[in-house]
């Protein structure tokens, strides 16, 4: 099994910046893929950003430039910064991991952007 802990949300007014993390433990193998998805309330789970075990990174295209993926694979921890995030990226933001065809769920984590 496979846990995972998301940490760094909360309240950031437009313009400032927010980092969150993400902690795996558990059966994790060498080549997987982390990443970062949001569900805004009435809406459906959306991709954030995935990062491989490689480096390789992959964005939604509205968070392309806004947001930056990066992960340290001695500790198993991904991150998501957040730079001048705006109203409308106020969701829960979840963290996943994908190894061997099975997908791990994080508990999820609030932001709220106040303009």
């Known amino acids: 099994q496979v846990q995972l802990v998301e940490s760094g949300g909360g309240l950031v007014q437009t313009g400032g910046s927010l980092r969150l993390s993400c902690a795996a433990s558990?059966?994790?193998?060498?080549?997987?893929?982390m990443g970062w998805y949001r569900q805004a309330p009435g809406k459906q789970r959306e991709l954030v950003a995935t990062v491989s075990s490689g480096g390789i990174t992959n964005y939604g295209d509205s968070m392309k430039g806004r947001f930056t993926i990066s992960r340290d694979n001695d500790k198993n921890t991904v991150y998501l910064q957040m730079n001048s995030p705006e109203p409308e990226d106020t969701a829960v933001y979840y963290c996943n991991l994908r190894q061997q065809r099975t997908l791990y769920w994080g508990q999820g984590t609030q932001v709220t952007v106040s303009s």
């Open positions: 558990g059966n994790i193998i060498s080549i997987n893929a």
